[in-house]
């Protein structure tokens, strides 16, 4: 089995290198945004090279390259509990997007295919970065602060106090 290795110092820097354990394959990942996991989460697809599901997160964003091209990608719950992944990359001045509600993959393969290379295929759950374990632990320790934060909602700024 081919395992990637993760090189990071994240939060702290939002660089993350990706190194696979066979061969000399290496991604570098920007974060932009962690998202978060939402309450109905949805999963990524099994197939048969992985039966690992990977959590989805919503707001999701991250900057990485794909066939020699900057690109981000992005992903959304949308309101048919649906999730749409985005890829976003520019040629000179333009700026072109292409969606899939499907998944990470059939987003990247549609991308590969719009930019001419028509017999290349990733996996979109390495180029979403999906399988980055660190990310998943921030989420969810994230979530796990959020739950365990209480507050008082008696308590409010004075500015916000009525006077009665």
């Keep these: 089995m081919v395992a990637r290795v993760f090189c990071h110092d994240y939060p702290n ?12 394959v290496h991604s570098r990942y920007k974060v932009i945004a ?21 959590q989805i997160p919503d707001g999701y964003i991250i900057e990485t390259e794909a066939a020699n091209k900057a690109i981000r990608c992005e992903t959304k719950y949308i309101p ?14 333009a700026e072109y997007s292409i969606s899939s509600e499907r998944s990470a993959s059939g987003a990247i393969n549609a991308f ?19 399988d980055i374990e660190i990310l998943h632990q921030a989420r969810t320790e994230e ?3 959020a739950k365990t934060t209480n507050i008082d909602k008696r308590k409010r700024p004075l500015s916000e106090v009525s006077v009665s």
């Design 34 to 54: 962690l998202g978060y996991y939402p309450q109905n989460i949805k999963y990524t697809q099994k197939s048969s090279r992985s039966i690992v599901q990977y």
């Design 13 to 24: 820097n939002p660089y993350i290198d990706a190194l696979y354990s066979i061969g000399n």
């Design 143 to 145: 979530l796990t602060i």
């Design 112 to 130: 590969l295919k719009r930019i001419s290379r028509e017999n290349s295929r990733l996996s979109g759950i390495h180029v979403f970065g999906l």
């Design 80 to 93: 048919v509990n649906k999730v749409l992944y985005t890829i976003i990359w520019k040629e000179g001045r």
